[in-house]
């Protein structure tokens, strides 16, 4: 007999909305990992961004890992080009600034793929190239990856790892 995980993982593969929303109704849990051991929001079909809304909506984990390649739901949406499925990702708490297991932002699948409106996305949500590579950047260092000046009160950009940037 299927578990309920695997029926629900089943359903949002299948992208079944309806499904979905019963069995999570019914209060199967939106993090429960099928018999792989993947949650439903790993194995959703990424094109529907209603069974994400609805698995987001009930508690499911934006920011669940893949223990294999380390990737999230955002690196697929946006190796895939789903922009709407990514920007639900995102509203939802999904972070933009993990790499996977080959050293990926979501920012770097999408320019891989040729995904323009994507990366036109993340870069509007605060990601541009810095001079220690994708970084999250301020107005100033924008400016500055761009030869322009700026202010020295400019607040420094985060790196990557939680530390400031130092700039000259």
């Known amino acids: 007999m299927e578990s309920a995980a695997d029926r629900l993982a089943r359903a949002a593969a299948q992208g079944r909305v309806r499904d979905v929303r019963a069995l999570l109704e019914a209060?199967?849990?939106p993090n429960a990992p099928n018999s792989f051991g993947r949650t439903?929001?790993?194995?959703m079909m990424m094109g529907n961004v209603h069974v994400a809304a609805l698995l987001l909506?009930?508690?499911?984990?934006?920011?669940?890992?893949?223990?294999?390649?380390f990737s999230r739901p955002v690196h697929d949406a946006a190796r895939e080009g789903f922009l709407d499925t990514l920007v639900v990702?995102?509203?939802s708490g999904?972070?933009?600034?993990?790499?996977?297991?080959?050293?990926?932002?979501?920012?770097?699948?999408?320019?891989?793929?040729?995904?323009?409106?994507?990366?036109?996305?993340?870069?509007?949500a605060g990601w541009s190239l810095c001079s220690a590579g994708w970084s999250l950047c301020t107005a100033g260092n924008v400016a500055q990856t761009d030869g322009h000046s700026f202010s020295s009160s400019t607040p420094r950009a985060l790196e990557l790892r939680g530390q400031s940037?130092?700039?000259s």
């Open 27 to 29: 209060g199967v849990s």
């Open 40 to 43: 439903p929001i790993q194995v």
């Open 57 to 69: 909506n009930y508690g499911a984990d934006s920011n669940c890992e893949d223990p294999t390649t």
């Open 89 to 91: 990702l995102h509203r």
């Open 94 to 124: 999904a972070r933009l600034d993990v790499r996977d297991a080959w050293g990926r932002l979501p920012l770097d699948l999408a320019q891989e793929r040729g995904h323009q409106d994507i990366v036109r996305y993340l870069r509007s």
């Open 165 to 167: 940037q130092e700039q």
